[in-house]
T-cell receptor, first 112, second 114 residues
Framework: QKEVEQNSGPLSVPEGAIASLNCTYS??????FFWYRQYSGKSPELIMS????GDKEDGRFTAQLNKASQYVSLLIRDSQPSDSATYLC????????????FGKGTKLSVKP | DGGITQSPKYLFRKEGQNVTLSCEQN?????MYWYRQDPGQGLRLIYY???????QKGDIAEGYSVSREKKESFPLTVTSAQKNPTAFYLC?????????????FGNGTRLTVT
């Protein structure tokens, strides 16, 4: 069974702090990794995609991938109350998009 | 503006009735998908289509049907055979069929069956 695991949270951080969200996956052959943000009652929106080991930065967001340890993380610097949402990790096992597996999401709460 | 349009936003049906959810995209994307989301659950793939007139079952296709007669449109029918149809339904598309292409989501349809 292919799995993507996330801590459901809630993860609570103060405004201005760094929020660290983690995701582990079971299939060593996984090739593509995505982070989506989902506000309550809304649809997911893409935050970051990462395909190779290391860090990828985009503004206040940094995605980190370690294929040997089978984890991918998302760091949010200078967290804002508007970052409060559920963050979904998605992992593609290779091939078609039919192999995209979503985690259940981590709920982040940023306190003013 | 390019995007994915799902309609209606809210849908209420009686048990035993079939219902069709609409999904249209003007992004010129090849691939389209239907996901279901239940509270506290990850997104689960119902069906996906990589090309017109072709589609594949996802993990939870039972009780659902789709068609892809046009590149822009990928409607989902929830049949009376679906045992627990109340959920949030998300349509998505991607530019390419490869797994490296991110998904773009519509705003979703919240279906309630009583």
């Amino acid at each position: 069974q292919k799995e993507v695991e996330q801590n459901s949270g809630p993860l609570s951080v103060p405004e201005g702090a760094i929020a660290s969200l983690n995701c582990t996956y079971s299939d060593r052959g996984s090739q593509s990794f995505f982070w989506y943000r989902q506000y309550s009652g809304k649809s997911p929106e893409l935050i970051m995609s990462i395909y190779s080991n290391g860090d990828k930065e985009d503004g206040r967001f940094t995605a980190q991938l370690n294929k040997a340890s089978q984890y991918v993380s998302l760091l949010i610097r200078d967290s804002q109350p508007s970052d409060s949402a559920t963050y979904l990790c998605a992992v593609n096992l290779g091939g078609s998009q039919g192999n995209l597996i979503f985690g259940k999401g981590t709920k982040l709460s940023v306190k003013p | 503006d390019g995007g994915i349009t799902q309609s209606p936003k809210y849908l209420f049906r009686k048990e035993g009735q079939n219902v069709t959810l609409s999904c249209e995209q003007n992004l010129n994307h090849d691939a389209m998908y239907w996901y279901r989301q239940d509270p506290g659950q990850g997104l689960r793939l119902i069906y996906y289509s990589q090309i017109v007139n072709d589609f594949q079952k996802g993990d939870i296709a039972e009780g659902y049907s789709v068609s892809r007669e046009k590149k822009e449109s990928f409607p989902l029918t929830v049949t009376s055979a679906q045992k627990n149809p109340t959920a949030f339904y998300l349509c998505a598309s991607s530019a390419r069929v490869s797994g490296n292409s991110p998904l773009h989501f519509g705003n979703g349809t919240r279906l309630t069956v009583t």
